[in-house]
């Protein structure tokens, strides 16, 4: 038997419009994802690109949401880890994370996120209640999602050095417009993120950021290329955005698109990007899984 790191997506959704009502999700272009996703949904496209692992992500400020998520965690063996949400700017938020973490599958919690992009103030990051919180976060051992476009990322930079003891990870490589073809904001101000050792970045989100409809991987490959130079192989990991991502393509197009679009990888760095820095990130538990020889 030969021991492999496990194949991970980090970072997918599952909803429920019948339940819950997604701020995010008016507008006709909505559509096509305007309906239930769940494990069931997912599990034959985990299956035949090879992947064993995920982590759900939040998408509602909500703490009911993280609590079923945390559920859903642990009755779904792919699910390794839950990134969820709590009131960063509350007096108790200590006591929120202390009582998400007490579930009784409260050991699937690896991380917090706030949708920051969605915020009127592009320096809400730096706002002394949300320090506060990003502390709480900290103390409890878990990392912190940033949902940032480039408006935010500034913000983003003095929050990340003024908590070195937080670790953060970059979602949708902050957004960039990948439809216009650049981005000076963007790459103006990344590498300033880049710099901070506690970030690491999510190859996630970038066929939504293009032309839905016309996109291929040479419109991709000016920001990954940067995104890689600027973070270097080993701070880099993948994250599918499902089902999101299927406003412009496919679960297997995604990764076939980052793939075209990164270029040839060392076998140490593919590794890297689809699994070893997401089990290192979010302390996933037992790194390698067996396969036949």
């Not at 980090?10 to 494990?39: C, I, L, Q, S």
């Amino acid at each position: 038997m030969n021991d492999r790191i496990e194949r991970i997506d980090a970072h997918h959704h599952f909803w429920d419009p019948d339940r819950y009502t997604y701020p995010w999700m008016a507008g006709r272009e909505m559509d096509p994802v305007r309906r239930a996703f769940g494990p069931g949904d997912m599990q034959p496209l985990l299956d035949a690109a090879d992947i064993t692992g995920t982590v759900l992500v939040q998408t509602l400020s909500d703490e009911g949401e993280t609590r079923e998520f945390l559920r859903v965690a642990a009755s779904t063996p792919f699910v390794r880890g839950v990134v969820g949400w709590v009131d960063l700017t509350s007096p108790q938020v200590g006591d929120a994370l202390d009582a998400l973490l007490a579930e009784d599958n409260g050991r699937f919690l690896v991380g917090i996120r706030h949708q920051v992009h969605d915020e009127s103030d592009p320096n809400w990051l730096c706002r002394d209640d949300v320090r506060r919180g990003l502390r709480a976060v900290a103390d409890r051992g878990l990392s912190y999602d940033l949902l940032v476009r480039a408006r935010e990322v500034p913000a983003a930079v003095a929050t990340v050095k003024a908590l070195p003891e937080l670790n953060f990870v970059v979602d949708h490589i902050a957004k960039p417009t990948i439809a216009a073809g650049a981005d000076g904001l963007w790459a103006q101000w990344m590498p300033a993120l880049a710099q901070c050792p506690n970030v690491t970045v999510k190859l996630s989100g970038m066929i939504t950021e293009a032309d839905w409809a016309s996109w291929t991987p040479n419109d991709l490959r000016p920001f990954v290329s940067r995104i890689y130079q600027w973070f270097g192989a080993d701070r880099l990991m993948f994250g599918s955005d499902w089902p999101v991502c299927l406003l412009a393509g496919t679960y297997e197009s995604v990764i076939e698109g980052l793939t075209a679009a990164i270029g040839t990888l060392s076998e140490a760095e593919t590794a890297a990007l689809f699994g070893g820095t997401a089990h290192a990130f979010y302390r996933l538990g037992d790194r390698t899984v067996s396969s036949g020889a």
